[in-house]
């Protein structure tokens, strides 16, 4: 049973540029949420989709946007990069009213 | 606002030996705790979690305690191998949404 997958492991970009983060959750699970890990720290909320539409939002700017898909899969969009963008992203699953994300590995991003 | 704070940030032990990791949260409206397991490269792993309903929970070698009138949680590891060095993170939530994260602990067991 694949758990939450996320693509690509590792990016790189300029800063002002924009990226789309990708990731399928486990099976069965229908609600994704996205956290952003910088170094060192814990992963802080980006924010939660289910059933398509944004549930609720942590504290970032308008710069970072989401979508979630019929088939449940979500991408993380981040406009206008800044070099503290740089962070291990996760996207983590779960069932609408379970408990007990499944994180995958993360994308690691480096805003240079 | 709503916070989790995390003690140890490091923790050595000897193999064999417990390990004890201790967590305070700020918003009493919490009422489910998960605890994490992340090793290098990897995301964070699911370990164990308690709900406010209950005071203590075990599984094998974790245990997890609850204090919801001082807001305390705390990991408690027996017996532990060198397969347990990771960092790990509690966390707390109001529901199923947002979980707010402490800032970790990396334990070494050393052998």
């Known amino acids: 049973d694949a758990g939450v997958t996320q693509s690509p492991t590792h990016l790189i970009k300029t800063r002002g540029q924009q990226v789309t983060l990708r990731c399928s959750p486990k099976s069965g699970h229908d609600t994704v949420s996205w956290y952003q890990q910088a170094l060192g720290q814990g992963p802080q909320f980006i924010f939660q989709y289910y059933e398509e539409e944004e549930r609720q939002r942590g504290n970032f700017p308008d710069r970072f946007s989401g979508h979630q898909f019929p088939n449940y899969s979500s991408e993380l969009n981040v406009n206008a990069l800044l070099l503290g963008d740089s962070a291990l992203y996760l996207c983590a699953s779960l069932t609408a009213w379970g408990y007990g994300y499944t994180f995958g590995s993360g994308t690691r991003l480096t805003v240079v | 606002g709503e916070n989790v704070e995390q003690h140890p940030s490091t923790l050595s032990v000897q193999e064999g030996d417990s390990a004890v990791i201790k967590c305070t949260y700020s918003?009493?409206?919490?009422?489910?705790f998960p605890w994490y397991k992340q090793e290098l490269g990897k995301g964070p792993q699911l370990i164990i979690d308690?709900?406010?309903?209950?005071g203590e929970k075990k599984d094998q070698r974790i245990a997890v305690t609850l204090n919801k009138t001082a807001k305390h949680f705390s990991l408690h590891i027996t017996e532990t191998q060198p397969e347990d060095s990771a960092v790990y993170f509690c966390a707390a939530s109001t529901g199923t949404y947002k979980y707010i994260f402490g800032t970790g602990t990396r334990l070494k067991v050393l052998a």
């Open positions: 918003d009493s409206a919490s009422n489910y």
């Open positions: 308690i709900r406010s309903n209950v």
